[in-house]
């Protein structure tokens, strides 16, 4: 089965189980982001930004010192409370040999804080670098940070009891819009996923094909 298969999966149980209002919300969020005309995210032949962040651990990771090393997959993820995010990262997981094996490195970019990106690294045995960009600084960067909407933030504080800001140590309710960038080891942005539409990713079998082309 494959990554959006699986993702299908998991949003057809989200609405076989969620109340109609936590639904009309959570599409609404899509379709605004969809059609707002906003071109999200940095482009297919321009410069990646360089940026540094702490991993899991407490240890400063350098965008620059990566692609020093060859190309890197960078995907930015909403946190481990996301059941899409998650179901993505065991997906990445499980190619990290062969993303390896072309001389690629992943790295995996969220605003959740560092302990709690700590306990969703060991929760789901992740081997590759987990960052935590909590104020989102980063996401702005590539252009894919957006402000939780006021009707999306009284339903995760509700229903689901959950406070953003807190939780991912900061003063905003903000989320990266799912993305993910295929960079050279010039730091040229080669290619580029960006879908507002959080519950679905980039497929695997398309990252290692365009891995390939580099």
């Known amino acids: 089965m494959s990554l959006n298969q699986t993702l299908d999966e998991i949003k057809q149980q989200f609405i076989a189980q969620s109340p109609l209002e936590v639904q ?50 960078l995907t930015f993820y909403r946190g481990g409370w996301c059941p899409f995010c998650n179901s993505q990262l065991r997906s990445y997981q499980k190619l990290l040999p062969e993303i390896h094996a072309l001389g690629a490195r992943l790295i995996a970019v969220s605003p959740q804080s560092p302990d709690n990106t700590l306990s969703h690294q060991e929760k789901e045995q992740l081997e ?8 989102g600084l980063v996401a702005a960067f590539y252009n894919i940070l957006y402000d939780v909407p006021s009707y999306m933030q009284e339903i995760m504080t509700n229903l689901f009891q959950m406070d953003l800001a807190e939780y991912n140590a900061t003063d905003r309710w903000v989320l990266p819009i799912p993305s993910t960038f295929m960079i050279d080891e010039s730091g040229i942005i080669r290619s580029a996923y960006v879908n507002p539409d959080f519950m679905k990713r980039w497929e695997t079998e398309d990252i290692i094909d365009e891995l390939r082309k580099l």
């Open 24 to 73: 009309a919300a959570m599409f609404r969020l899509i379709r605004e982001q969809q059609e707002s005309g906003i071109p999200y995210g940095l482009q297919e032949g321009q410069k990646a930004k360089d940026f540094t962040l702490k991993n899991s651990l407490g240890q400063p990771v350098h965008l620059s010192d990566e692609l020093a090393k060859g190309p890197v997959v």
């Open 128 to 135: 590759f670098q987990v960052l935590s960009d909590t104020k």
